[in-house]
T-cell receptor
Framework: GAGVSQTPSNKVTEKGKYVELRCDPISGHTALYWYRQSLGQGPEFLIYFQGTGAADDSGLPNDRFFAVRPEGSVSTLKIQRTERGDSAVYLC?????????????FGQGTRLTVV | GIQVEQSPPDLILQEGANSTLRCNFSDSVNNLQWFHQNPWGQLINLFYIPSGTKQNGRLSATTVATERYSLLYISSSQTTDSGVYFCAAVDSGNTPLVFGKGTRLSVIA
């Protein structure tokens, strides 16, 4: 597609439920990134894929968070047993190649609210 | 990992004024980007500028990698420039972009 697309735009879920957030990167981009942004803060890195594999998952806060990119294109961020502290905007980005020498482009984000 | 600091944290301008936003980083960088986050939360790419100077209309940016800082200049500001400006860097270890906390700009008519 023309840009990075994220669905849904908004998600409200109850504490303890499971959620999936989807990211469709720019066509042909091999690198895909997930970030999380809390109110008043800059985006914080979660995980980075190069192709189908997770090249760096050091930002995932705990084992409730998991992400996949099975065919090297669309990615899904999965959160189990959601907690109120998981409420944030989840941003996805893609770039033509992995870091460093490549510009990253972001989607519009998914606003997750855990009630 | 690399630390990215932005200043000032908040800035209020009268329409038509000029401004300079600063980004300091703690280590050498292989990549540096400036973004504008609009009121709807979309991160819009402004500059990809690991070194040197670039200009795009009323905006320009300069990165002095050897002194570990980057500057974003906004001239003749407009109300549509309001929002949060983020600087983000990739360090020599090639970890993905690390963001600063942003500068919140409000331009008043």
């Amino acid at each position: 597609g023309a840009g990075v697309s994220q669905t849904p735009s908004n998600k409200v879920t109850e504490k303890g439920k499971y959620v999936e957030l989807r990211c469709d990167p720019i066509s042909g981009h091999t690198a895909l990134y997930w970030y999380r942004q809390s109110l008043g803060q800059g985006p914080e890195f979660l995980i980075y894929f190069q192709g189908t594999g997770a090249a760096d998952d050091s930002g995932l806060p705990n084992d409730r968070f998991f992400a996949v990119r099975p065919e090297g294109s669309v990615s899904t961020l999965k959160i189990q047993r959601t907690e109120r502290g998981d409420s944030a905007v989840y941003l996805c980005a893609s770039s033509a190649r992995g870091p460093p020498n490549t510009e990253a482009f972001f989607g519009q984000g998914t606003r997750l609210t855990v009630v | 990992g690399i630390q990215v600091e932005q200043s000032p944290p908040d800035l209020i301008l009268q329409e038509g004024a000029n401004s300079t936003l600063r980004c300091n980083f703690s280590d050498s960088v292989n990549n540096l980007q400036w973004f504008h986050q609009n009121p709807w939360g979309q991160l819009i790419n402004l500059f990809y500028i690991p070194s040197g100077t670039k200009q795009n209309g009323r905006l320009s940016a300069t990165t002095v990698a050897t002194e570990r800082y980057s500057l974003l200049y906004i001239s003749s500001s407009q109300t549509t420039d309001s929002g949060v400006y983020f600087c983000a860097a990739v360090d020599s270890g090639n970890t993905p972009l690390v963001f600063g906390k942003g500068t919140r700009l409000s331009v008043i008519a």
